[in-house]
């Protein structure tokens, strides 16, 4: 079952009024979106546009708001496209913008993606089907220096070497149980943690340009925020907070934006202890001026 990560603290931070147009740029199955839904009023003309750049998370998105689906506008897009997701939906900024980037549930539970370490299934790891490069791509045909880098960077996982002196000497590999027990007999478990969790991480943000597109969220969300508009951004991992505070800190310098989370805002133990996969989750918010 979906649960959306903080929806309480998402939804204090972005202050929806019931005739607002609210922007959830990572829809996933909609569980945020719904609850943004279902505080409006489609009688003043309130609504949020459904934004994800993976078709088939977004259909599911549909099912699953379809309640509120006179309140919602759906868009399929990366972070670059966002100016088109407005403009598809007839307007030029937002009263608020909520991005939760963390995998959806959907992606790492559906085998056939290629995401999960825990269930067999092909190299995949792509969020956008319609694009051509898929992680079993990077596996066989990156070389080992720039695999074993590629792999300390986006996972940070520090014994990167030896897992891509192992990936190059099992090639061809094509698919996630394989992998997964190719870096296993490499290096030794050393927590709870699988040992190919932060190699999968580093594969699925290289496969997605994770980073790339993040920094083209941050570079365009101020415009799609109207002035006392919010927006709100929750991130999974240390590379991406980094960002997120830094970019709030900039707009904040040049008095572009208020910081309204002095300190970075983390789920309840109550929630992490229904929610697990929440435990890592950190809420950053702003508003525009």
């Known amino acids: 079952m979906h649960v959306p990560v903080m929806l309480g603290e998402c939804l204090e931070y972005l202050a929806i009024r019931p005739d607002g147009i609210y922007l959830d740029a990572t829809a996933g199955l909609g569980g945020h979106t719904g609850a943004i839904a279902e505080r409006l009023s489609s009688m003043s003309g309130g609504f949020v546009i459904a934004n994800d750049r993976d078709a088939e998370s977004l259909e599911l998105a ?4 379809s309640q509120w689906a006179g309140r919602v506008r759906f868009h399929h897009g990366k972070f670059s496209e966002l100016a088109t997701a407005l403009a598809s939906a007839g307007v030029e900024q937002t ?15 559906e085998p056939g993606r290629g995401f999960s370490l825990m269930a067999d299934g092909p190299l995949d790891m792509r969020q956008d089907r319609g694009q051509t490069l898929a992680a079993d791509e990077i596996v066989n045909f990156t070389p080992e220096k720039e695999l074993a880098d590629l792999i300390y960077r986006l996972g940070e996982e520090r014994r990167s070497r030896r897992i891509s002196r192992a990936i190059v000497r099992a090639r061809p590999i094509h698919s996630t149980q394989r992998l997964s027990s190719v870096i296993e007999a490499a290096v030794p478990r050393t927590s709870k943690l699988h040992p190919a969790t932060q190699t999968f991480q580093a594969l699925r943000m290289a496969v997605n340009d994770e980073q790339g597109e993040l920094d083209q969220l941050l570079a365009v969300a101020p415009d799609l925020v109207k002035q006392g508009g919010r927006i709100v951004i929750l991130s999974f991992m240390s590379l991406e907070d980094r960002k997120v505070k830094q970019s709030f800190q900039t707009l904040a310098r040049a008095g572009r934006a208020q910081i309204l989370t002095k300190h970075v805002i983390r789920p309840s133990s109550e929630e992490t202890r229904n929610n697990p996969a929440s435990r890592s989750a950190k809420l950053r918010a702003l508003e525009m001026r």
């Open 62 to 65: 549909r099912q699953n708001v």
């Open 95 to 109: 009263d608020g913008l909520l991005a939760d980037l963390g995998v959806s549930r959907y992606q790492l539970t």
